[in-house]
């Protein structure tokens, strides 16, 4: 049998499990084939890369994240690439785009925007609408003035504009018309995550029963638990179809706490960058969404105010935090970063797993959880 590559040595983090000696062999984009120990001789490899011993892993997946490389997703094409190259050079092989809150009109331009790309790129898993359904009380680095109510008219706007590619809506449900605006992101085959909201434990359960299935990074831009006032998070940990974001960037959320959230969902964890444009840059000063954020010590916030403006995370780093600093396992902090936001955004089937039929995506991992090397398609990355 002959196949265009195969990765062979390694010890091979997949399925929540490590295989030492591991090999995976790839063909035409895709995994053909995986085994143990020396089998992968009789393949005849027209490429084979010696992993060296070192940790191999499905490409990364991140459902939620801005920008980074100096450049903003809201921004254009180039704009993109510019931050898709950064993230893919820390292994991000696929990604949902999220846009922030804008007037109607460009956000439906800027969901047009990310379809035509998807269409010509599959790494682009299409887009992630944060916004404008959310409660201003809770808006984080969102222009209060541009978030308002979902209606009707609004909601097919944007799902016409995205054409089938808006993969996920982060909307608060206890607006008027929240639950309403639930049920028709599901039955356009768009995931609804709550996020950026005032709901108690009880409007979060309902949203959940209308068909939502994600919390928008846990914790952040909503209330949090109370022994009285349980919350969203609550409500979230409670539900077994709820899939939880987690920003591990050692800022948005203690890793202590983090800790408690792997206890109290094992499996449902999605790790997400919410990067916006500085990630994988220097402190300083930046854009997001039209508005000013000062970075220092790799921390962004408002230059107004000082709330917390996304990260400047990636997800290699997530996972060497997870790993280090929350003790997760390396291999069910792998799958928080692989297998559970494909799962969350309905790609689990193409994506997130070094298993015949995926997409030849993978990363190599040195003793100290950083990237050594990137395949996307099969084909090893500049």
Do not use: C, K
């Amino acid at each position: 049998m002959s196949v265009d590559r195969v990765i062979h040595s390694a010890r091979l983090v997949d399925a929540g499990r490590v295989t030492d000696r591991a090999w995976v062999a790839f063909d035409q984009g895709r995994v053909v084939a995986r085994g143990a120990g020396d089998g992968w001789r009789d393949l005849v490899p027209r490429a084979a890369d010696d992993a060296a011993g070192r940790w191999l892993t499905p490409g990364f997946i991140d459902i939620h994240g801005h920008g980074g490389g100096g450049a903003s997703f809201d921004d254009g094409p180039d704009a993109v690439a510019t931050a898709r190259a950064m993230h893919r050079a820390h292994g991000t092989t696929r990604a949902v785009l999220s846009l922030v809150t804008a007037a109607i009109g460009d956000l439906a331009d800027r969901a047009a925007m990310v379809a035509e790309l998807a269409r010509a790129d599959a790494t682009i898993l299409g887009s992630h609408l944060e916004g404008p359904f959310l409660d201003p009380g809770h808006n984080g680095a969102h222009t209060a003035a541009l978030l308002r109510e979902p209606d009707q008219h609004t909601i097919e706007r944007l799902l016409d504009a995205g054409a089938g590619t808006i993969r996920q809506v982060t909307l608060a449900p206890e607006l008027d018309g929240g639950l309403p605006a639930v049920r028709r992101f599901v039955a356009a085959g768009v995931q609804v995550a709550v996020g950026h909201t005032a709901a108690d434990q009880f409007t979060t359960a309902a949203a959940f029963d209308a068909g939502a299935t994600i919390l928008t990074h846990a914790f952040n831009a909503m209330n949090g638990i109370h022994h009285r006032a349980p919350g969203p998070v609550v409500a979230a940990l409670n539900d077994d179809r709820v899939t939880l974001e987690v920003v591990a960037d050692g800022t948005h959320v203690a890793p202590d706490v983090i800790r408690l959230l792997v206890r109290s969902a094992p499996g449902r964890l999605a790790l997400i960058t919410d990067a916006m444009a500085a990630a994988g840059g220097a402190d300083g000063s930046y854009a997001l969404g039209g508005r000013q954020v000062t970075v220092t010590g790799g921390v962004a916030r408002l230059a107004g105010g000082g709330a917390i403006a996304g990260s400047t995370l990636t997800q290699d780093a997530a996972i060497a935090l997870m790993v280090r600093r929350v003790g997760m396992p390396l291999p069910d902090a792998v799958r928080a970063a692989t297998t559970v936001p494909a799962a969350a955004i309905g790609v689990a089937d193409r994506f997130g797993a070094l298993t015949p039929g995926r997409a030849a995506d993978a990363v190599l991992l040195d003793e100290d959880l950083a990237v050594v090397r990137v395949w996307v398609d099969g084909e090893p990355i500049a």
